[in-house]
C-alpha cells in the first residue's frame, strides 16, 4: 500500500514563500515519477509540476515557472515544492501525487495516488 502525507502549507502574503513536502510509504519510491496538483476553490484540479524518477526531468504550469521548484530526495521518499514570489492566485489546496512508471514525459493520467492535500493560502 502506497500512503503519501503532504506538509508545509499555511497562510502567507504575496511575495512571501512557502515550501512543500510530501512523504511517501512507498517501496519503490525511487522508480516512479511524482508530481504536485492543486485545487482552488471553486475551480477544477490542476497540475502544477512534476519531476522523473530519477530527477532528471521535470515540467511546470506555464504560470508557475520560475517561480516554483520541484526536487525530490529519494533516500528520504520526500518530494518537495519550493514555492517562492506567491501570489494571491496560488491559493489552493496542494496534493502530492505519484505516478506508476519512470518515464521521460508526463501526462495527468500517469498519477493515480494521491496525498490528503495541503491549503496554501495567500494574502494581499
Known amino acids: 500500500q502506497v500512503q503519501l502525507v503532504e506538509s508545509g502549507g499555511g497562510l502567507v502574503q504575496a511575495g512571501g514563500s512557502l515550501r512543500l513536502s510530501c512523504v511517501a510509504s512507498?517501496?519503490?519510491?525511487?522508480?516512479?515519477?511524482m508530481g504536485w496538483f492543486r485545487q482552488g476553490p471553486g475551480k477544477e484540479r490542476e497540475f502544477v509540476a512534476a519531476?522523473?524518477?530519477?530527477?532528471?526531468?521535470?515540467s511546470y504550469k506555464d504560470s508557475v515557472k520560475g517561480r516554483f521548484t520541484i526536487s525530490r530526495d529519494n533516500a528520504k521518499n520526500t518530494v518537495y515544492l519550493q514555492m517562492n514570489s506567491l501570489k494571491p492566485e496560488d491559493t489552493a489546496t496542494y496534493y502530492c501525487?505519484?505516478?506508476?512508471?519512470?518515464?521521460?514525459?508526463?501526462?495527468?493520467?500517469?498519477?493515480?495516488?494521491w496525498g490528503q492535500g495541503t491549503q496554501v493560502t495567500v494574502s494581499s
Open positions: 512507498d517501496r519503490t519510491f525511487s522508480s516512479v515519477n
Open positions: 501525487a505519484r505516478a506508476q512508471y519512470c518515464s521521460s514525459y508526463f501526462r495527468d493520467a500517469q498519477f493515480g495516488s
Open positions: 519531476i522523473r524518477c530519477n530527477g532528471d526531468r521535470t
